[in-house]
């Protein structure tokens, strides 16, 4: 009898292992340490996150975010069949190239925007997404302000002349009919002559709040064409309607008493005219 000894060298094999678990270890401590919010989910449920993720959304804990059976919850529900077209899109290898700007609804109930970078990973021997959230919410709302600025009257935050002459390009497209209201105060120069200029703002500023009041209801848009001047268009509006929102434009106008100066009281009148088929067929139409 004899003993046949086969030593085989796993060598490779064990070091290749180690060198996985030590680059694993590395992995999720980097994960954790990360000031960048880091989700990975399969299917949107979590299976790892970080402290700063957490902190970011306003969760309490780690553990909380893990307890749960789906993270579909923090997005709106308007914009999830986005996020889940996403989600398929990416783990059949369409990873996109560039960030997208996302809208979270936080564990504690404020809304925040985040640059959101996302692709597949293996974890734990089967895909999974990471995720990557950078909160943009302060950049983001301060380009919405500015646009805002861009589009509307200081005075009256009515659109401005140029953004009427933006909106109207979608309905003359659509070939939509639309009423048309110009509308201006009556004698303005003589209330800024009486009574300066400052309160010739505030009464221009209130006919704005009254034109809104009754025309945004029908969805219809107010830009303030010149100085005293707006101007009104609503979308698919039948003539006695747009008649009747005139006269009560005129009505409760010229029923406002304004405070001039030492207090006296004055009223002030508009003038409205109306079209009731206006329909641009070509962009030369549109002045």
């Not at 609804?105 to 999974?128: H, P, Q, T």
């Not at 002559?193 to 010739?200: I, K, L, N, S």
């Not at 100085?227 to 009104?232: A, K, L, R």
Request: aromatic share 8%; with cysteine; charged share 25%.
């Amino acid at each position: 009898p004899a003993l046949k000894v086969n030593i085989i060298d796993i060598t490779s094999v064990v070091e290749a292992q180690r060198q996985r678990h030590e680059t694993d270890r590395m992995y999720r401590k980097l994960l954790s340490t990360s000031k960048q919010g880091i989700l990975i989910h399969r299917n949107f449920k979590p299976l790892m996150v970080n402290q700063a993720w957490v902190e970011q959304q306003g969760a309490k804990s780690i553990e909380q975010v893990l307890a749960m059976d789906s993270i579909i919850s923090i997005i709106p529900e308007a914009e999830r069949p986005i996020a889940i077209r996403r989600y398929e899109s990416i783990l059949n290898g369409n990873t996109p190239n560039f960030s997208s700007v996302v809208t979270n609804r936080c564990f504690d109930d404020s809304y925040k925007y985040f640059n959101l970078y996302d692709n597949v990973i293996n974890w734990e021997g089967e895909d999974a997404i990471q995720v990557i959230l950078e909160e943009v919410t302060d950049k983001v709302l301060l380009e919405k302000e500015l646009l805002h600025r861009a589009m509307h009257d200081d005075l009256t935050q009515a659109l401005n002349r140029r953004a009427i002459y933006d909106w109207i390009k979608k309905p003359m497209n659509q070939r939509i009919e639309m009423s048309c209201m110009l509308i201006d105060i009556d004698d303005f120069k003589l209330i800024n002559d009486q009574f300066g200029h400052t309160v010739g703002d505030t009464v221009i500023k209130y006919l704005a709040s009254t034109i809104k009041a009754y025309v945004e209801t029908l969805n219809g848009v107010v830009a303030r064409w010149g100085g005293e001047e707006f101007i009104v268009f609503i979308p698919k509006a039948k003539s006695e309607h747009t008649k009747i929102i005139a006269q009560r434009i005129c009505k409760s106008f010229n029923q406002h008493l304004f405070l001039g100066n030492n207090r006296r009281q004055f009223t002030a009148s508009v003038s409205i005219g109306i079209t009731n088929h206006c329909i641009c067929h070509s962009s030369d139409s549109i002045d």
